[in-house]
């Protein structure tokens, strides 16, 4: 099926392990996006990529990473992972609009 | 660079009553500007959106926003809300170039029934 898919939905982990939310889209958009969702604060982009192999910073990269080697996936890692970094994640790519996927709820423990 | 300022927070109404949620917008340059939703526990889905021509703009389930250039202002509208309008409404306004969309804090909607 076409579309944007997230993988894990549901991530409970501990402070400073490495994790890696995954994103796959199946319509070859260039642009994708990660961005974060917390109260108050709306949604922040994290990462954005406008080819394979092109990323750029968004508003708030610190203590991520990203990779894009083929364009439909954009993996996000969390190298060490932090408290603060307890977030619902959601991936977007770009068409005519910004298409999201369903989200990953990281609990950092 | 490009912000967006939703000004309600959290807006309470009762079934049929209008809604007005307001959004302005930051940028010097042709903007594209969006209305997401985000139904509880799910993620964001298009309304609508305005790139160009007709500045009144149609969405998706009686949902209307009219772009005022002169004002900065994107304000999406319903004339009769219903209780499963219940979500968070997202205002975003994208540059024509980069492909990003920079998002607003976003404005809960409860409606009571």
């Known amino acids: 099926d076409a579309g944007i898919t997230q993988s894990p939905r549901y991530k409970i982990t501990e402070t400073g392990r490495q994790v890696t939310l995954m994103c796959h889209q199946t319509w070859s958009h260039s642009y994708m996006f990660w961005y974060r969702q917390d109260l108050g604060h709306g949604l922040r982009l994290i990462y954005y990529s406008a080819a394979a192999d092109i990323t750029d910073k968004g508003e708030v990269p610190d203590g991520y990473v990203v990779s894009r080697s083929k364009t439909e996936n954009f993996p996000l890692t969390l190298e060490s992972a932090t408290r603060s970094q307890t977030s619902v994640y959601f991936c977007?790519?770009?068409?005519?609009?910004?298409?999201f996927g369903p989200g990953t709820r990281l609990t950092v423990l | 660079a490009q912000s967006v300022s939703q000004h309600n927070h959290h807006v309470i109404l009762s079934e049929a009553a209008s809604l007005e949620l307001g959004c302005n917008y930051s940028y010097g340059g042709t903007v594209n500007l969006f209305w997401y939703v985000q139904y509880p526990g799910q993620h964001l889905q298009l309304l609508l959106k305005y790139f160009s021509g007709d500045p009144l703009v149609k969405g998706i389930k009686g949902f209307e926003a009219e772009f005022i250039k002169s004002k900065f202002s994107f304000n999406l509208r319903k004339p009769s809300v219903q209780w499963s309008d219940t979500a968070e409404y997202f205002c975003a306004v994208g540059n024509t170039n980069a492909g990003k969309s920079t998002f607003g804090d976003g404005t809960t909607l409860t409606v009571k029934p």
């Open positions: 977007a790519s770009r068409g005519d609009t910004q298409y």
